[in-house]
């Protein structure tokens, strides 16, 4: 198969065709990672903060690129995988006590990282039109990565899992290790660029650049809805 030039590495600048994906849909399952209140909001969280601090016009780019790229590029994917009764799963940064000594150094670190968003907040709850509906899978992590901060892997290992389509932020940081996680478990996965997003364009184009063929996959999401149809 090919893939989009935009996002191969120099370590396969010689290679035209990609070995294809074999996939069973019935041993696929998508993760969507981090859509979450706190994250998304523009009247809170984040945003708020950024807005607050006076940040607000160097930030604006990034929520507009989620807002209106990666969310609705999200929700095909996840009505697709409705419509179809195709295993959903959801990856969120939640902890599991409310003063937050459960979470990862890590989150517990000043900056970017420090959040404390307990399991039943607001904060923590997937964004509409996203959240999670009857028998669709939700874990909770208090680390980057929703292979290492849970037991996901014990689930797909159970549900016998290949595949793992991945949605998500951010790009770079909690969708690339858990990205690199599976990959080093074993599964199969498709990353869905235009479902993710980043702090800026050229952080996520880089890391999906550096994953791609390596770890992932990196599909855009009409050519993942078009793979998944023909693997019916």
Not at 6 to 31: A, C, G, W
Request: hydrophobic share 40%; aromatic share 10%; proline share 3%.
């Amino acid at each position: 198969m090919k893939l989009d030039r935009n996002f191969v590495s120099i370590y396969y600048d010689h290679v035209d065709e990609f070995p294809d994906l074999d996939i069973n849909l019935d041993k696929t399952i998508l993760l969507i990672i981090d859509f979450q209140n706190e994250f998304c909001k523009l009247d809170m969280g984040e945003a708020k903060e950024f807005k607050d601090a006076g940040l607000w016009d160097s930030w604006k780019p990034y929520f507009d690129r989620m807002h209106n790229v990666a969310l609705p590029n999200t929700k095909k994917i996840l009505d697709y995988f409705r419509e179809n009764n195709l295993i959903v799963s959801y990856g969120l940064i939640a902890c599991q006590r409310s003063d937050g000594i459960d979470r990862s150094p890590v989150q517990k670190s000043e900056g970017w990282n420090n959040m404390l968003m307990p399991v039943n907040s607001y904060a923590a709850e997937v964004i509409s039109p996203l959240e999670p509906i009857k028998d669709e899978i939700v874990v909770y992590k208090t680390t980057d990565s929703v292979t290492t901060g849970t037991n996901y892997l014990h689930l797909l290992d159970n549900m016998d899992i290949e595949t793992v389509v991945v949605c998500g932020m951010v790009t770079d940081q909690c969708v690339a290790s858990t990205v690199r996680g599976l990959a080093d478990a074993g599964y199969q996965v498709i990353t869905v660029h235009d479902a993710c997003v980043a702090a800026s364009q050229e952080l996520h184009e880089a890391e999906l650049k550096i994953m791609n063929v390596i770890y992932t996959y990196v599909l855009s999401t009409e050519d993942t809805l078009d793979l998944l149809s023909k693997a019916k």
